[in-house]
């Protein structure tokens, strides 16, 4: 433990639970719009089991990372005149990953917008395992993610040789898992409660699920090495300019919300409007 309370260790710590809060923000709302469809008893259970699971699955993963690194070894090639492609198991899991989550998002806006919003009945029928069962699926899908962050950011080399070693890296990335889930599960029932309020909210938290199920499609066939014809390979999706977009997007949601409360909305109606000016002409005459 001694490795921790280094200043090295120190800056390590804060800078990966910062990134793991960071790379947490699309578990949120996934765990948001996923349990905000269960009865409202069975809320604060789905988003903590999610989290909880979230957190299991990485240690995980941490603990099996040599497993995890072989997944980047070929398992078979695709070789034609006009594509080629390398498949690896951890691109099979992120191009999945991406396909469920888009699938997920557009089925939700779809019944949102269509007006198919269940009624008590229908929620009812959303039970407690099947929203876990989600939650596990694109949990696993975003630990490998953030597991690969954390081995990236944190060197495993002997302290010799500038790392941290083994252990000493295994104590930093997993201490760092621990305080963001547990810091994401203090903040998970307000910005729930907030988020399920806000039919704007909705949409556009549904809308970064479709731009990271995007991210995760670009970054599992960069993976796997996809290339069409000689010279276009596909590659990865910076997720800084994602980031951006969203912290961006929420920014100027958040200018529209306060303005809506400022003052009262303005409506508009044509015909009433050419009334009123026939009205004003008629008083001049």
């Not at 699971?53 to 070789?79: C, H, K, P, Y």
Request: proline share 2%.
């Amino acid at each position: 433990m001694e490795v921790i309370f280094t200043a090295n260790g120190l800056i390590a710590l804060l800078t990966l639970t910062f990134l793991e809060i960071i790379l947490g923000i699309d578990n949120i709302v996934f765990l948001s719009i996923v349990s905000g469809k269960l009865k409202v008893e069975d809320q604060p259970k789905a988003r903590r089991i999610g989290l909880l699971l979230a957190m299991a699955f990485r240690i995980i993963l941490l603990f099996g990372i040599t497993w995890v690194l072989s997944l980047q070894q070929t398992l078979f090639a695709i070789e034609l005149s006009f594509f080629n492609a390398h498949i690896t198991g951890q691109s099979i899991i992120i191009f999945a990953g991406g396909l469920f989550l888009l699938y997920k998002s557009v089925n939700e806006i779809h019944h949102k917008l269509e007006g198919e919003e269940e009624s008590e009945k229908g929620k009812a029928g959303n039970t407690l395992t099947a929203a876990i069962i989600q939650i596990a699926v694109l949990n696993l899908v975003f630990s490998f993610d953030s597991i690969l962050t954390a081995v990236g950011l944190v060197s495993m080399k002997e302290p010799s040789e500038g790392g941290f070693g083994y252990a000493g890296a295994l104590e930093i990335m997993i201490l760092a898992i621990i305080i963001s889930i547990i810091i994401m599960m203090i903040f998970a029932g307000p910005v729930s409660k907030f988020v399920n309020e806000h039919p704007t909210i909705q949409i556009l938290g549904l809308s970064f699920l479709i731009l990271i199920g995007v991210m995760l499609l670009a970054e599992g066939s960069h993976l796997a090495h996809f290339r069409f014809g000689n010279d276009v390979e596909v590659a990865s999706i910076p997720k800084g300019y994602l980031y951006f977009s969203i912290f961006f997007s929420l920014f100027v949601e958040f200018l529209n919300l306060r303005m809506k409360k400022t003052k009262n909305a303005v409506k508009l109606h044509n015909n009433k409007i050419v009334d009123k000016k026939l009205k004003d002409t008629d008083l001049l005459d």
